[in-house]
Structure formats: structure tokens, C-alpha cells
């Protein structure tokens, strides 16, 4: 999709529901990061990196969980690109449409394992 000013990266959906965008300003100076990309019928992610001369370097990702699937799969998902070489020294920015109540992080192990991944 065309939006002028904006580098468009997006996920290969394997269902018929979900896809995800994710659009960075071209001035930053995104680069795909296809090799921390995944996709199955239960979540999507797509990724860019871009280097700032003036701090550390970031990446992003962009990821989508289908609301009927397992958090567990999708955690594991998740620590794939946190845990890649690439990600190392990073400053690391995990967005999207997770389909999580994080209310449940008491009372409901996945989602108190979900978060637990994201805070490390």
C-alpha cells in the first residue's frame, strides 16, 4: 500500500483472517528484518531495524495473534526475535494486536508467562 513518507512492511498471512501492516517513516531509514519474521495460522510478525547514529540501533515488530489460538505458541513466537543475535544491544519495540486480556496476569499462567517475556 502506498503511503508517501512511509516504508510499508507487511506480514504473509497463512489464514483468512489477520495480516498485519506496519509502516515506519521512510526518513528513519527502515530495513526489513525478514529473518525475524514468522507466520502460521495462529500469529504473524514482521519486522524492520533502523540505525541511530546517536543511541542504540532499534528494532520493531510488528505482531498479530488470532483471538481462538493458544498464548503459549504465540509467546514462544515472541521470543524468537528478542532472543535473535540481532536484537542484541537494541532497543527493542514489540506492537500489534496481541488479543490478550492483561487483567488475567494473576489468576492466568500464559498471560503472566506473555508478559514475563516481554519485561525480560
Given at each position: 500500500?502506498?503511503?508517501?513518507?512511509?516504508?510499508?512492511?507487511?506480514?504473509?498471512?497463512?489464514?483468512?483472517?489477520g495480516?498485519?501492516?506496519?509502516?515506519?517513516?521512510?526518513?528513519?531509514?527502515?530495513?526489513?528484518?525478514?529473518?525475524?519474521?514468522?507466520?502460521?495460522?495462529?500469529?504473524?510478525?514482521?519486522?524492520?531495524?533502523?540505525?541511530?547514529?546517536?543511541?542504540?540501533?532499534?528494532l520493531?515488530?510488528?505482531a498479530y495473534?488470532?483471538?481462538?489460538?493458544?498464548?503459549?505458541?504465540?509467546?514462544?513466537?515472541?521470543?524468537?526475535?528478542?532472543?535473535n543475535p540481532?536484537?542484541?544491544?537494541?532497543?527493542?519495540?514489540?506492537?500489534?494486536?496481541?488479543?490478550?486480556?492483561?487483567?488475567?496476569?494473576?489468576?492466568?499462567?500464559?498471560?503472566?508467562?506473555?508478559?514475563?517475556?516481554?519485561?525480560?
Amino acid at each position: 500500500m502506498d503511503n508517501p513518507g512511509y516504508t510499508f512492511f507487511s506480514s504473509k498471512c497463512q489464514s483468512q483472517n489477520g495480516g498485519i501492516d506496519l509502516y515506519v517513516k521512510t526518513s528513519l531509514g527502515p530495513v526489513p528484518r525478514p529473518e525475524l519474521d514468522s507466520a502460521s495460522d495462529e500469529y504473524e510478525t514482521t519486522s524492520a531495524g533502523i540505525e541511530n547514529p546517536k543511541d542504540r540501533n532499534v528494532l520493531i515488530c510488528c505482531a498479530y495473534r488470532h483471538p481462538s489460538t493458544k498464548i503459549e505458541h504465540f509467546t514462544e513466537c515472541l521470543q524468537m526475535p528478542l532472543s535473535n543475535p540481532l536484537a542484541e544491544n537494541k532497543l527493542v519495540f514489540i506492537l500489534g494486536d496481541f488479543n490478550i486480556n492483561l487483567q488475567n496476569y494473576d489468576s492466568h499462567a500464559p498471560v503472566c508467562d506473555f508478559v514475563s517475556v516481554l519485561l525480560l
